[in-house]
């Protein structure tokens, strides 16, 4: 079956650089989540989409924003990187239509290192 | 958002049953018992779910306390492919699309 697919995997980047993650739904799923997950941390939510609508928002930098496009993928784009920004970055999905399930599937996820 | 309390870690031989324990004393009626895994660099993973009855899947099974206030999740075989951490998470059935709250979860350690 078709999972959460994230690019890039691994990214390297320099303080006060731009980087874009990208996230590609599971088929006919219509919402997207974005967490981050430092070194020795849990994740943390920092924000979600529903049919292309922002649908709850977490502790994300304003230097960070997203969106949802009409195929339903995902972008995150991170301006003015910081070291502090290093961290696994974990987008999932879910199907509103399967109800009270919700179960959200996560994709790989993005390393990002800010050097 | 409603707390979860879970151990630090917990250890267990492989093919053993493991019991993890989550307390969630201040629950509301609504609110749904999620568990999900993260294995070792690896992206977190359902696990199984459940409101007031026990629930079984080929994953594990949820036992939930008739008060509600704590649940158990059975691993009934550990093998090592189960370390993991486990995180024991509260979602409010009326809110499609919340967000997943991960608190401190278990580090589960299997051993051969």
């Known amino acids: 079956a078709a999972g959460v697919i994230q690019s890039p995997r691994h990214l390297i980047k320099e303080k006060r650089e731009t980087a874009t993650l990208k996230c590609y739904p599971i088929p006919r799923h219509d919402t997207v989540y974005w967490y981050q997950q430092g070194p020795g941390q849990d994740p943390q939510f920092l924000i979600s989409?529903?049919?292309?609508?922002?649908?709850d928002k977490g502790s994300i930098p304003d230097r960070f924003s997203a969106q949802q496009f009409s195929d339903y993928h995902s972008e995150l784009n991170m301006s003015s990187l910081e070291l502090g920004d290093s961290a696994l970055y974990f987008c999932?999905?879910?199907?509103?239509?399967?109800?009270?399930?919700?179960?959200?599937?996560f994709g790989a996820g993005t390393r990002l290192s800010v050097l | 958002d409603a707390k979860t309390t879970q151990p630090n870690s917990m250890e267990s031989n492989e093919e053993e049953p493991v019991h993890l324990p989550c307390n969630h004393s201040t629950i509301s009626g609504t609110d749904y018992i999620h568990w999900y895994r993260q294995l070792p660099s690896q992206g977190p993973e359902y696990v199984i779910h459940?409101?007031?009855s026990n629930v079984n899947n080929r994953m594990a099974s949820l036992a939930i306390a008739e008060d509600r206030k704590s649940s158990t999740l059975i691993l009934h075989r550990a093998t090592l492919r189960d370390a993991a951490v486990y995180y024991c998470?509260?979602?409010?059935?009326?809110?499609?699309?919340?967000?997943?709250?991960f608190g401190a979860g278990t580090i589960l350690r299997v051993k051969s």
């Open positions: 989409f529903y049919e292309k609508m922002q649908s």
């Open positions: 459940g409101l007031t």
């Open positions: 999932a999905s879910s199907d509103y239509r399967v109800g009270d399930k919700n179960i959200q599937y």
């Open positions: 998470i509260l979602r409010d059935v009326g809110e499609y699309g919340n967000k997943l709250v």
